[in-house]
């Protein structure tokens, strides 16, 4: 599979896809949203465009954290009773992808995972301990979530103005978990908030 080997159904422009799992490529073109099933494409109307802020990452512009490299192919952003914050899908240089979420200062990078026990969201509140498959996490976020943009390709077949409930549970050793609650069914993310002093663009790359 090449880049080429795919055109935008609505306006017929390339759609470059970088990730072998993507379930959904935004037309860059003409802002159409694509399913990709079995190979096909499917047409499933267009998103709004998204709002440019001022933004360190950028889509298709490489960054380094630690000493890995990462490159943004996908971003979603949500809408919060703070504001909003946007989730980046990057890959990394094996081609594994993974979920940055950038809300002003507050990074984080986080992978889905399967839990091993049931949780019964609903019951989740804010301040609440919790033993999840070994681990204690303390529920130090709940909120609601609206999807209020998103461009080019990602994992899922995330819609806008798709609602989500969710919680973030911090552990020792700076982990982080993320539940979400979706039309999709419950969702876990796992990782670590990130220093973004410690991100740093591509050499040669602008900044
Ligand atoms: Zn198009």
């Known amino acids: 599979m090449t880049e080429s080997d ?4 609505s306006c017929g422009a390339p759609l470059s896809i970088k990730f072998r799992y993507s379930k959904l490529i935004n037309c860059q073109h003409c802002n159409s949203d ?3 099933e079995d190979e096909a494409l499917k047409l499933r109307g267009k998103s709004s465009v998204m709002a440019e802020y001022p933004s360190l990452l950028q889509l298709g512009l490489p960054f380094v954290h630690k000493k890995a490299e990462y490159y943004p192919v996908g971003r979603v952003r949500y809408q919060y009773s703070h504001g909003y914050w946007d989730e980046w899908w990057v890959l990394d240089n094996k081609g594994e992808g993974a979920w940055l ?8 990078l986080e992978q889905a995972i399967e839990l091993k026990q049931p949780i019964l969201f609903p019951e989740l509140k804010l301040g609440q301990h919790i033993e ?3 681990t204690h996490w303390l529920i130090t976020e709940h909120d609601t979530a609206e999807c209020i943009g998103l461009e ?3 994992p899922e077949l ?4 798709e609602q989500m409930s969710y919680a973030h549970l911090s552990a020792s050793k700076n982990r982080l978990l993320t ?8 969702l876990a993310y796992e990782g670590q908030w990130l220093d973004p002093f410690e991100i740093s663009m591509e050499q040669g790359a602008q900044t």
């Open 6 to 9: 795919y055109r935008c159904p």
């Open 34 to 36: 694509v399913i990709l």
């Open 101 to 108: 979420s950038v809300d002003e200062g507050d990074m984080a």
């Open 132 to 134: 999840i498959d070994g």
């Open 152 to 154: 080019g390709e990602l």
């Open 158 to 161: 995330i819609q806008v103005g």
């Open 179 to 186: 539940l979400e609650m979706t039309t999709r069914g419950l």
